[in-house]
């Protein structure tokens, strides 16, 4: 077939024609075709020839080109797209290296082989626009809920027709043991959108929290329209849910909205879950207020609360605490998500106990180091001191408020705190010493000589050695490791040594040893005030 001998303008209405039944542009199908034929014309002239061909949009006639570059002599490598300025001149007047000299040349015939190649081509380049618009459609989609028809199930992952394309709900994003039959309408949560090289992958789910928080806003015109606020959300698919709610008006009741008159909001969701039972919540930014209101209906009598360590205790009565864990622990562990914080549930006897080995313990080490009676030990943990050192150290008035107390006791009872610490740092210095800790280290302002033997004792002996300590070495932390929190003990995490504590003591270590100039430090502290400062404007 000869490109002259065809209806011109077929070949725009080939490309309206494709483009109408693949819902893509049609200058996308144009410009396949104009690949597909130029490929076809390389295969006639020659592959290094740099062929062109160019369709116009209002007659539908092909042009085809000959590209040739002007290039300096050296560089000269494809005699058939460049050529040197010599060359150049018998067809340019004055050429200059990088122009291009353009001829057109005949139109080939296209032969059943060439006319096969260029339909592959137009058919990939189709494809290639049709995933484009797909992926360019669902990208921004991302986040919201879609109503879906179900095509297939395979190995237990439904296969859903999204029209145009098909998303993928895999079997652990089903509720329970969901199942469903082709043509099925269900509602589904676009998890993620990814750009594959088989095309764009379209992942539902409708297990993720944030499905259910769509549902609500889509029952809930409150929230719909930001008067109230979904803070959290926790789920334990197709069996129970926790969500917290905020209302900025506050002649509206959040909880109370959500519910709708006679459940009927909440019911909808519920229904739409497989009939997921669903605690809302009142959010609360004080953490201990909020975690009682997410342990409903479980009564909480004490909440301790650790943002370090990002734990919480929590005391309740013992008829309570079957309750407050929940059917295999699933109220306490759906509160924890919600909340962010580990939970410990204890029961008010079970406090009690450890609060009483707690005393036991300090009223011993008073009786031990101070060289006191029972009775008197116990008076000293009863008004709160809990270490040798506030002994030592405390104001006098302060020791004075314990029964029986007068200043001659009270002296008495700090000389012999300073005694017995001084005898301890003098004994802990020699072990430091004997670990071989140098003088840098023992210099170091801010190291107490139990601290520097605990150092010594991991191997911190020098000044350099303590600089290159990462602040949690020290201080303590957290990591996080499959989704469960472990705990990592620092090496002066017993001297309530905090991480800002930490992370201040290692860079004056840095700055001394010339590691960090001090100018650059001012220059962060700038900077942070600064976008605080930017920060607090924007609120």
């Known amino acids: 077939m000869a490109i002259t001998s065809a209806n011109q303008l077929e070949l725009l209405q080939t490309a ?22 130029a490929r076809a014309a390389k295969s006639r002239y020659g592959a290094e020839m740099d062929i062109r061909v160019a369709i116009d949009r209002k007659t539908g006639r092909a042009t085809f080109t000959r590209v040739r570059t002007v290039v300096e002599e050296e560089l000269l490598e494809n005699y058939q797209a460049e050529f040197t300025v010599e060359q150049a001149r018998e067809y340019m007047d004055a050429p200059e290296v990088g122009q291009t000299f353009v001829e057109e040349v005949p139109p080939v015939e296209l032969g059943r082989i060439a006319a096969q190649s260029a339909k592959q081509v137009i058919l990939q380049k189709v494809r290639e626009a049709e995933r484009d618009k797909q992926y360019e459609e669902f990208k921004d989609k991302a986040g919201t809920i879609i109503n879906v028809l179900v095509k297939r199930e395979e190995y237990g992952n439904v296969i859903v027709d999204l029209n145009p394309g098909e998303g993928v709900l895999r079997r652990n994003e089903k509720i329970g043991r969901e199942a469903y039959r082709p043509n099925d309408r269900i509602r589904c949560f676009i998890k993620d959108v990814r750009r594959e090289p088989r095309g764009p992958q379209i992942f539902l789910s409708r297990t993720a929290p944030e499905f259910m928080a769509e549902l609500f806003k889509m029952e809930v015109p409150e929230i719909y329209e930001g008067v109230i606020e979904i803070k959290a959300v926790a789920r334990d698919p197709g069996s129970r849910a926790k969500i917290a709610v905020i209302s900025f008006d506050n002649s509206i009741d959040p909880v109370g909205a959500c519910v709708g008159m006679r459940g009927s909001r909440v019911q909808a969701v519920v229904n739409e879950l497989q009939g997921e039972k669903i605690d809302i919540i009142p959010w609360n930014e004080d953490m201990p207020t909020f975690l009682v209101n997410a342990l409903q209906p479980a009564e909480v009598s004490k909440v301790v609360l650790d943002e370090e360590a990002g734990k919480i205790e929590v005391v309740v009565p013992e008829e309570q605490l079957s309750l407050a864990i929940g059917r295999r622990g699933q109220n306490v562990r759906l509160a ?7 939970i410990d549930i204890l029961t008010e006897e079970e406090e009690s106990k450890r609060r009483q080995a707690e005393f036991e313990v300090r009223t011993k080490l008073f009786m031990e180091t101070l060289d006191l009676d029972e009775f008197f030990a116990q008076l000293i943990v009863s008004e709160g001191f809990t270490n040798l050192e506030e ?28 005694d017995y610490l001084d005898a301890q740092n003098a004994k802990a210095m020699e072990n430091a010493r004997a670990l071989g800790v140098e003088d840098s280290l023992v210099n170091f302002e801010g190291l107490t000589p139990v601290m520097i ?42 001297f309530e040594l905090s991480l800002e504590e930490a992370q201040e003591m290692i860079m004056t270590a840095r700055v001394m040893l010339g590691w960090v100039d001090p100018a650059d430090l001012v220059s962060e502290e700038d900077d942070a005030e600064t976008e605080a400062a930017q920060e607090g404007a924007e609120a």
Request: aromatic share 4%; glycine share 8%.
């Open 16 to 37: 309206e024609a494709v483009a109408r039944e693949k819902m893509i542009d049609p200058e996308l199908v144009i410009e396949a075709m104009e690949e597909s034929l």
């Open 336 to 342: 924890s998500q919600l909340t962010g914080l580990d």
């Open 391 to 418: 002994v030592a150290y405390v104001e006098v008035n302060e020791l004075l408020v314990i029964e029986g107390v007068d200043e001659a006791t009270a002296s008495e009872l700090q000389a012999r705190a300073r």
């Open 453 to 494: 033997e605990a150092l010594a004792e991991d191997g911190v002996k020098t000044l350099e050695d303590f600089a290159t300590c990462a602040d949690w070495e020290l201080a303590g932390g957290w990591t996080i490791v499959d989704g469960e929190r472990s705990k990592d003990e620092g090496v002066l995490e017993k």
